[in-house]
Structures are given as structure tokens and as C-alpha cells.
Nanobody, 116 residues
Framework: QVQLTESGGDLVQAGGSLRLSCLMSGRTNKMTSIGWFRQAPGKGRALVAS????????NYSASVKGRFTVSVDNAKNIMYLQMDSLTPEDTAVYFCNSYPLQFYRWGQGTQVTVSS
């Protein structure tokens, strides 16, 4: 069973940066990609960025492209999300999971709040 632990969320001013981490404990399936998702208040969960375990294939949603960078440490089973030029629209709880299918039980997520 894989356990997902997200961390790194915080309150930050617009224009600031944060780095999120996702630790995947257990027997992860490294034949599939992994991704960061976010859920803003009153909205559904949406994909933000995805990456394969080799770190070669990266995809971003239009709203974060050019501002966020996803990376992975295959040896440590950790995925990162570097978030720059944050805006209040980035305020959400951020989660990680496999992609495109979410095989694992969702973690608690990490709260990112961007003040204007």
C-alpha cells in the first residue's frame, strides 16, 4: 500500500514562491506518471502538473505553465513542485497521486494560501 504525504504549503504574498514535496511511501508503480493536483474552495480537484519517474516527460496546466516546475527524485520517491510568481488564484489544497489514473488513496494535502 502506498502512502502519500504532501508538505511545504504555507501562507505567502502574491509574487512569492513555495516548494512543495510529495513523499510516496511503499511499493509505487514506476511505470505510470505522477502528478500534482489542487482543489480550490468550492471547486473540484484538477491536475496542475505531471511527470514520469525518469523526469523526462513534464506536462503543465495552462494556468501554471511558465511559473511552476515539477521534478522528481526517483531514488527517494519524492516529487517536488516549485511554484514561483504565485497569485491569489493559486490558493488551494495541493495533492499528489499517480497519473492519469489515481491508483493510491489520497493524502491530506498541503494548504497553499496566496494573499494579495
Amino acid at each position: 500500500q502506498v502512502q502519500l504525504t504532501e508538505s511545504g504549503g504555507d501562507l505567502v504574498q502574491a509574487g512569492g514562491s513555495l516548494r512543495l514535496s510529495c513523499l510516496m511511501s511503499g511499493r509505487t508503480n514506476k511505470m505510470t506518471s505522477i502528478g500534482w493536483f489542487r482543489q480550490a474552495p468550492g471547486k473540484g480537484r484538477a491536475l496542475v502538473a505531471s511527470i514520469d519517474w525518469r523526469g523526462e516527460k513534464r506536462n503543465y496546466s495552462a494556468s501554471v505553465k511558465g511559473r511552476f516546475t515539477v521534478s522528481v527524485d526517483n531514488a527517494k520517491n519524492i516529487m517536488y513542485l516549485q511554484m514561483d510568481s504565485l497569485t491569489p488564484e493559486d490558493t488551494a489544497v495541493y495533492f499528489c497521486n499517480s497519473y492519469p489514473l489515481q491508483f493510491y488513496r489520497w493524502g491530506q494535502g498541503t494548504q497553499v494560501t496566496v494573499s494579495s
